[in-house]
């Protein structure tokens, strides 16, 4: 049963009356099935009435969704013509829903955009921007405290992938210094329109504190781009360059504990951390901790 929901016919219909043209560039791919917006909802976990942020609502297939199941919405959305029409959809759909949109590239968002702050972030992500997109909200948005987001079915196995997995990298690193992450199932592709050329598939993040260490999150995350620009060599060689040579950065290695012969996709946030403690410190005595 569609309900309120937007099904196959309204989907077009209604990009049809707003000329919208789906773009590759803004990853636009509209869901258009009752069943699986209805388990995305369920699948996130919300608590009654949770206020919601959904970034890329889109024609507002999820967003009708989350509200019809009681959630109050701020939906943040970079096509003007989307988010301009999302009130009015909703508004003839679900008269008094709790909608704020607000018109921004989520690229750069601000709490200051979305203030008061949502708990909770429930979206089908632009595929193409999905994990700076992901990272930033949790960055500046520390009131959420969990995520069910769609992405690429590749992206969300390497969001949810543990050290020494084939597709563990830097998104997974730095989702991980952020939260616990899991894949939280498969969507196929034909609910969508247009019919993506890529599989899809859901993660859930479970925010939880970041690894103790002196240093600041930029300084971690500078070591975890550093260890996997080169992620074939030992830590040892691909650190070199951040540390300030070879031998600097066995230093800072073995004062954290970790292995320089090891490379860098055997290493949990905690031990990028670690590293990041321990080059801080080194620095901080050799400036006699001017810095
Ligand atoms: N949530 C809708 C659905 O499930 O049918 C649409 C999802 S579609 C995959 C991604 C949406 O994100 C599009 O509406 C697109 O215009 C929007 N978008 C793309 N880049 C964005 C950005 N940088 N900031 C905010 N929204 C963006």
């Known amino acids: 049963m569609t309900g309120v929901l937007l099904g196959p016919t309204e989907i077009r219909s209604l990009a049809e009356r707003l000329a919208v043209r789906p773009t590759k560039t803004l990853g636009q791919n509209f869901l258009h099935d009752a069943n699986t917006i209805r388990r995305i909802v369920r699948t996130a976990g919300l608590a009654a009435g949770e206020h919601v942020l959904e970034i890329g609502p889109g024609l507002g297939s999820l967003t009708l969704g989350l509200l019809e199941a009681g959630h109050p919405v701020t939906a943040v959305e970079i096509d003007p013509a989307l988010a301009g029409a999302l009130g009015d959809t909703v508004g003839a759909r ?24 949502p708990t909770a972030l429930v979206a089908n992500l632009p ?24 992405v690429q079915a590749e992206v969300a196995d390497r969001l949810a992938a543990p050290p020494g997995s084939r597709v563990y990298g ?11 992450t899991e894949r939280a199932g498969a969507i196929p592709r034909s609910v969508f329109w247009p019919v993506p050329n890529v599989d899809s598939g859901l993660v859930r993040l479970t925010r939880r504190e970041p690894p103790q260490t002196g240093a600041s999150r930029g300084e971690v995350f500078a070591v975890i781009d550093a260890a996997f620009a080169q992620r074939r060599k030992t830590l040892r060689a691909a650190l070199a360059g951040w540390a300030g040579s070879a031998a600097a950065a066995e230093e800072t290695l073995r004062a954290a504990g970790v292995d320089p012969q090891a490379r860098g996709e055997t290493l949990d946030v905690a031990a990028f951390a670690r590293l990041a403690g321990a080059r801080r410190e080194h620095d901080e005595t050799r400036t006699g901790g001017a810095s």
């Open 94 to 117: 679900l008269p008094g829903a709790e909608l704020r949109v607000v018109r921004a590239d989520a690229m750069s968002l601000s709490a200051a955009d979305i203030a008061p702050s």
């Open 127 to 150: 595929y193409n921007v999905a994990v700076p997109v992901l990272l930033r909200a949790l960055e500046v948005l520390p009131d959420l405290r969990t995520a069910l987001v769609m």
């Open 170 to 180: 830097v998104p997974s690193v730095k989702a991980a210094w952020y939260a616990a």
